[in-house]
């Protein structure tokens, strides 16, 4: 089975557990958009909300990367709502997808990770985290499901 997530274009839903140092988990719900080009970039936007929760703002994601036909490696930048400008690497293992990134010019030094796991050709599983400096700040899991 191949992956689905990110090496196709799509639509996916994403809904789970926010989670923030010394707080309580958090519902949330996102959308997410993939799309290729063809000279082999990719756009992904990604949009956060958190249902019932009044003082969380939704969290806005927009990737654009190079992934060249055959590799398993690949790079991105991303503008985030909250980190800003960000720079990434990602893999594309046999289960899953795995990428890191690091928020540019910022003084707490905030870097992150994301595991997409495959359940199937419609469904991941998703782990991520932030950290300032040494520090787990948030995480999130999820699951992604593709929408027809």
Do not use: C
Request: proline share 3%; net charge neutral; hydrophobic share 40%.
């Amino acid at each position: 089975m191949e992956h689905t997530f990110l090496i196709e274009p799509g639509r996916w839903t994403l809904q789970g557990n926010w989670l923030e140092r010394d707080k309580l988990p958090l519902s949330v719900r996102g959308a997410i958009l993939i799309a290729w080009s063809r000279d082999d970039w990719f756009t992904m936007v990604m949009k956060l909300m958190f249902p019932g929760a009044e003082n969380m703002s939704e969290i806005a994601l927009q990737y654009r990367g190079r992934l060249t036909s055959g590799d398993r490696q690949y790079t991105f930048v991303l503008q985030h709502s909250l980190l800003g400008r960000v720079e990434g690497e990602g893999w594309v293992a046999p289960d899953s997808v795995v990428q890191r990134y690091w928020a540019l010019g910022d003084r707490q030094r905030r870097t992150g990770f994301e595991t997409l796991y495959r359940l199937d050709s419609k469904r991941y599983h998703l782990s991520s985290g932030t950290m300032a400096g040494h520090y787990l700040t948030t995480a999130m899991e999820a699951t992604l499901e593709r929408q027809a």
